[in-house]
């Protein structure tokens, strides 16, 4: 018996919109490569933000680019906020979140910088969340549910 793969989807950012992937699909022992590898955070209580609070999240389209930088866009924004897929951790700074409602333990996450932040604030404002957030990545050994 085999099976084939027709098409394939990913979220890059938890909660936007989906890309669609084209040519071959890349898994780790977490899944497929990049899904759900970076997710929105309130930046004060460091909460995740998803579609279930926010659900014009799914307006922001992701689309991967040369391998090297994940492309996010939106209705309204002027620039399209670019994301290297393989950032310099050395560089990037730790921040605590919480991750699952019904969990009170906090993950070490890494953050992605003020650029992204920036890019996403402005978009969460144009919708009415006046908080800002911030853009993390997860770290290998973080468990997906």
Request: aromatic content about 8%; proline content about 6%; glycine content about 6%.
């Amino acid at each position: 018996m085999s099976a084939s793969l027709g098409r394939a989807f990913a979220s890059p950012v938890k909660s936007c919109g989906l890309d669609e992937i084209r040519g071959a699909v890349s898994w780790t022992t977490q899944g497929m490569a990049f899904d759900h590898h970076w997710m929105v955070v309130d930046e004060k209580s460091g909460r995740m933000v998803t579609q279930k609070s926010d659900p014009w999240m799914v307006l922001i389209a992701q689309r991967f680019r040369g391998g090297e930088v994940l492309l996010l866009c939106a209705p309204g924004m002027d620039e399209d906020c670019v994301i290297p897929l393989w950032p310099p951790v050395a560089e990037m700074k730790t921040r605590k979140v919480k991750l699952y409602k019904e969990d009170d333990a906090k993950y070490t996450v890494m953050d992605a910088g003020d650029a992204p932040a920036r890019w996403l604030s402005a978009f969460f404002s144009q919708h009415g969340r006046t908080r800002p957030v911030r853009l993390v990545m997860r770290l290998p050994e973080t468990q997906r549910r």
